[in-house]
């Protein structure tokens, strides 16, 4: 009787379950409710621009002469087409250029690439020459007051930085180092790579 009677209840538990079970999943089945999310976008109109606005007068030092004033190009992106001429130790010429953020975002220096000059000899005495003024040369990018510009400083959007171009013929030139005859001077392209930035000081 026991046997029977223990049977008896296993299966009067499991189909009470199997009954619940599917009593909740009918009930459930029976109420259903949607969702919706609604609304509009858009995306605003923006710039990103950053440009020379404006070259200085060349600033001179010694017996250096500018031949020809560079000119801003029409993407104002480019510096160019000048000439200049040094002819004694502690000659120099510089020029300050405006850079203008005239775009949407805030922007920062990503890299900055100074140049090595080349330098070209004539006459006989071509390469001697080369090398004794190429070793002399200094070439320079620093802000308006000379100080050394770091890769991350940031241009807010309607603000200006102004840099500081020049080429020196150094002082220590001895006698025997002077050019017999003219040296021409390239390699002066100057970059300056900027990039969205997202820097604290933007805010």
């Not at 930085?161 to 080429?167: A, G, H, P, T, V």
Request: with cysteine.
């Amino acid at each position: 009787m026991k046997r029977g009677s223990n049977q008896s209840i296993k299966v009067t538990i499991i189909g009470t379950l199997i009954v619940i079970v599917t009593a909740i999943a009918v009930g459930y089945a029976s109420f259903s409710e949607s969702l919706t999310i609604s609304g509009s976008a858009s995306v605003k109109s923006s710039t990103w621009s950053v440009v020379f606005t404006n070259i200085s007068n060349a600033y001179l030092n010694g017996l250096a002469s500018e031949i020809t004033h560079p000119e801003i190009d029409t993407k104002q992106t480019t510096v160019g087409n000048y000439s200049v001429s040094l002819t004694a130790p502690g000659d120099f010429v510089g020029y300050i250029v405006d850079v203008e953020n005239k775009g949407t975002f805030c922007a920062e220096i990503e890299t900055i690439t100074v140049p090595t000059p080349t330098c070209t000899g004539t006459g006989n005495n071509a390469a001697v020459d080369a090398a004794n003024v190429c070793k002399h040369l200094t070439y320079t990018l620093t802000d308006a007051s000379s100080n050394p510009i770091e890769t991350g400083k940031v241009l807010k959007t309607n603000q200006t930085d102004q840099f500081r171009i020049l080429l020196k013929y150094g002082e220590e030139v001895t006698a025997e180092e002077l050019p017999k005859a003219d040296v021409t001077i390239s390699n002066l392209s100057v970059s300056i790579t900027y990039k969205q930035s997202t820097s604290d000081k933007c805010k």
